[in-house]
């Protein structure tokens, strides 16, 4: 019983730092993007083909002269279809107007 008892505290000794690590680098992520401030801005298309854009990890499709408003953190990236950049949102679009083609 003693072993037993022995190894499980020398276990939980040895797993207790990997632990603590992962959860304070999967936390810090989540912190930063609550602390940005919320940005207004409305994409629009203005090419005569249906846009796909990623935004947050959503995808969205906009068709030919649609307009889209989002609501995000400054420093949110919307991606196209190819993973190309499109816009980068910062706290100086609030209100703004983007277009693609």
Do not use: W
């Not at 037993?4 to 959860?23: E, G, K, Q």
């Not at 030919?64 to 949102?89: F, H, M, Q, R, W």
């Amino acid at each position: 019983m003693n072993r037993n008892l022995t190894a499980l505290v020398l276990a939980a000794c040895t797993f207790a730092p990997l632990a603590s690590y992962a959860a304070t680098m999967d936390n810090n992520s989540n912190i930063s993007q609550g602390k940005a401030p919320m940005v207004h801005v409305t994409l629009k298309n203005r090419s005569n083909l249906t846009q796909n854009l990623i935004i947050q990890g959503r995808p969205v499709s906009l068709a030919a002269n649609e307009e889209y408003k989002v609501e995000a953190p400054a420093g949110t990236t919307v991606y196209g279809a190819d993973n190309s950049v499109k816009l980068t949102i910062v706290k100086e679009y609030n209100g703004a107007v983007a277009s693609f083609r």
